[in-house]
């Protein structure tokens, strides 16, 4: 199997370096071809020579790269019938379409069974995204629309409302995709790399726990009440003593979404310990958020550290964490008001 990797973003946000991460942390093991896919006659950095054809460089032990020029597609079957490599990274030009890119490896899967197209990620300076947006438009929103995971550079020198207009900016193109705000500097490449190939939002992870939970409860007909042992990191079944509260009963077979709504947000927002022990001891309190099953997070802090949080009715923990690749919270619960749940984070 060959997973071919699309890297783009604009010109200067940082594409080789996170290449270069990538290949030193995580990619030794494997033989990979890395190819730099050139629009016209746009120079590049490596200053290989214009003509056509395939010019090909040893980067380190397994890897190789290729700058391709003229016909991407009869160039990239060359290199797969030549490598036979374990992955395959595209660099395309900085002001490249990401959905251009994208077609030609959809071909490429279309004519070998056992090619992938394994990611699609686009690199974005943090301090420049939001003016590129709007002077670069089509190309710049075209390479942030068709990413499924959107890594953002120099987070470290960007200001905290800097940093929360980027990714909200990024979120309205695109809803779906990651975005990776966490300094490169405090995450391992193994961690882009998990996110990278599809690790699932924080509210998918906690709503499919919450189902088979569910489902659970259904098959053996458990309508007792259970005690929360959150002292074991226990993060199964708090939703049990609820089931006859929500007026449902065990007759039919329901999934958790049917019955629960959730709230989860992505965010690169910093919190402090005191902020969130009043916005937890809230949720525990009173129920103008709603009846609220459950609350999970992992968020920067204010003084460089990180914070996990968990709740369920009644209590709560947090705990110093290692770094994510963003801030994420997740709420889950009925009737839930999610303008005032953003209100309470401050979002």
Request: aromatic fraction near 6%; charge should be negative; charged fraction near 30%.
């Amino acid at each position: 199997m060959t997973k071919i990797d699309i890297i783009s973003g604009f010109l200067g946000a940082g594409k080789t370096t996170l290449i270069r991460k990538m290949l030193e942390e995580v990619f030794s093991g494997e033989q990979v071809v890395l190819v730099e896919n050139e629009y016209g006659e746009v120079g590049i950095d490596s200053g290989f020579l214009k003509d056509a054809g395939v010019e090909i460089r040893e980067l380190n032990s397994g890897c190789i790269c290729c700058t391709l020029v003229g016909d991407f597609n009869k160039s990239l079957r060359e290199v797969i019938d030549t490598y036979h490599p374990d992955r395959i990274l595209i660099e395309p030009s900085g002001v490249g379409k990401l959905s251009d890119v994208m077609f030609s490896v959809k071909a490429m899967e279309e004519e070998y069974p056992d090619v992938r197209m394994n990611a699609l990620v686009t690199v974005a300076n943090a301090l420049k995204a939001a003016k590129q947006m709007k002077a670069f438009g089509e190309f710049f929103n075209n390479q942030i629309e068709n990413a499924t995971t959107v890594v953002l550079s120099r987070t470290q020198s960007a200001k905290p409302a800097q940093l929360d207009l980027c990714v909200k900016m990024i979120q309205e193109l695109n809803p779906k995709a990651a975005v990776i705000t966490t300094p490169w500097d405090e995450i391992t490449g193994a961690q882009i790399l998990q996110v990278i190939e599809g690790q699932g939002s924080l509210m998918e992870e906690m709503m499919a726990e919450f189902e088979a939970v569910h489902e659970h409860d259904h098959d053996h007909g458990d309508d007792h009440g259970h005690e929360h042992d959150h002292d074991h990191g226990d993060d199964h079944g708090h939703d049990h003593d609820h089931d006859h509260d929500h007026g449902h009963d065990h007759h039919g077979h329901h999934h958790a979404d049917d019955v629960f709504t959730s709230w989860g947000r992505e965010t690169p927002h910093k919190f402090t310990r005191e902020g969130l022990d009043e916005i937890l001891k809230s949720f525990c309190d009173s129920e103008e958020y709603g009846a609220i099953l459950r609350a999970k997070g992992m968020v920067p802090a204010e003084d460089g550290t990180w914070i996990y949080f968990d709740m369920v009715p009644g209590e709560y923990e947090m705990r110093a964490g290692e770094p994510d690749y963003t801030g994420r919270l997740c709420v889950i619960g009925t009737d839930l008001d999610e303008k005032k749940l953003e209100a309470a984070f401050g979002l």
